[in-house]
């Protein structure tokens, strides 16, 4: 009697289903895990081009690599430096062969506040990437969990007949400020917080541009979220626009839908804009102080376009 697959007797580990009608065969052959720790060809090194070849084999997105070997002045060299190119974060990689140890966890993390302060115009990600994610590595980062947005990777390397093969597996994901404006708002802050993260001057910025909403409805107000500053109206989330105040400078972030019209106004003012964010539909602009009144009267229009098409009113009017 004839079978379909017809399964034949091979050595040990190989196994080859053959289709009775002589159709394709299938080769089973079983795998080796590796340890690049220990192997004598494959390590660090080689690692670290592979996933700067191709980042999307992190799991984490389509990132684009920004750098290398990155110099943290008086703390060594970050391995990788990603950005997502349709947001403004970055992810600062750390790679670890062999188990997770406190050295790397305290290195990552100094990589990560390192980057975040020369460059507070983006939002970094902590990233880890070991080829044993240890209970007690994620013991550790559970204290943590609420202050720094970290990712852990588990890295398994499989070799195949001749072939090599990586596989990552993202095993803890405290990617803060990544959720949903709604999920947001659940972490209610106040002012206080906001002007020690960033400034009592960009905080006040943010009162500034109030002052202009309240142009369009006066019973619109500031609510101190934990990643951001929003708008409410009634005690309610009303998020046409948001706030992220930086040291420096305040971020204002419309909701709005990409229009050429709109970014021809922003690159004819000359302001900071950062790449559109695609997944929840913002502009994402940088004012200094004194841009705030240098570009009022842009900076309302933007604003009143915003209101009206959270509104339902898609009028430019």
């Known amino acids: 009697m004839s079978r379909n697959p017809k399964r034949e007797r091979k050595p040990k580990g190989i196994l080859v289903l053959e289709r009775s009608d002589g159709g394709t065969k299938y080769k089973y052959v079983k795998h080796q895990k590796l340890l690049l720790k220990t192997h004598p060809e494959f390590d660090e090194k080689w690692l670290q081009e592979k996933i700067a070849e191709d980042p999307s084999i992190?799991?984490?997105?389509?990132?684009?690599?920004?750098?290398?070997?990155?110099?943290q002045p008086g703390?060594?060299?970050?391995?990788?430096?990603f950005q997502d190119p349709d947001s403004n974060l970055r992810y600062e990689v750390e790679l670890q062969l062999?188990?997770?140890?406190?050295?790397?966890?305290?290195?990552?993390?100094?990589?990560?506040d390192l980057e975040r302060k020369r460059y507070p115009q983006y939002d970094h990600v902590a990233v880890l990437v070991a080829e044993d994610i240890t209970s007690r590595?994620?013991?550790?980062?559970?204290?943590l969990n609420g202050f720094?947005?970290?990712?852990?990777?588990?890295?398994?390397?499989?070799?195949?007949?001749?072939?090599?093969t990586l596989i990552f597996t993202v095993v803890l994901d405290h990617r803060l400020g990544l959720a949903?404006?709604?999920?947001?708002?659940?972490?209610i802050t106040d002012r206080i917080y906001w002007e020690k993260r960033s400034s009592k001057?960009?905080?006040?910025?943010a009162d500034e541009v109030l002052r202009l909403l309240k142009s369009l409805d006066q019973d619109l107000d500031l609510k101190y979220n934990k990643f951001y500053i929003s708008v409410s109206k009634d005690n309610k989330p009303?998020?046409?626009?948001?706030?992220?105040?930086?040291?420096?400078?305040?971020?204002?972030?419309?909701?709005?839908?990409?229009?050429e019209e709109i970014e021809i106004m922003l690159d004819s003012a000359d302001l900071d804009v950062l790449e559109y964010d695609v997944r929840n539909q913002r502009y994402r602009i940088h004012f200094s102080k004194d841009e705030i009144e240098k570009h009022e009267r842009l900076l309302k229009e933007i604003l009143a376009r915003a209101y009206r098409e959270f509104n339902g009113d898609l009028s430019t009017g």
């Not at 590595?137 to 204290?143: A, E, G, Q, R, T």
Request: hydrophobic fraction near 40%.
């Open 98 to 112: 062999g188990k997770t140890d406190e050295s790397h966890i305290f290195r990552t993390i100094e990589y990560w």
């Open 148 to 164: 720094i947005p970290l990712v852990a990777i588990q890295l398994n390397t499989i070799q195949i007949g001749d072939q090599i």
């Open 137 to 143: 590595f994620l013991n550790i980062i559970s204290l």
């Open 75 to 81: 703390a060594g060299r970050l391995d990788l430096l």
């Open 58 to 71: 992190l799991g984490i997105g389509e990132l684009i690599l920004k750098d290398k070997e990155r110099n």
């Open 180 to 187: 949903q404006d709604e999920e947001d708002e659940q972490e």
């Open 238 to 259: 009303y998020n046409f626009v948001i706030f992220r105040p930086k040291k420096t400078s305040l971020r204002i972030e419309p909701k709005l839908k990409k229009a």
């Open 201 to 205: 001057t960009t905080v006040y910025m």
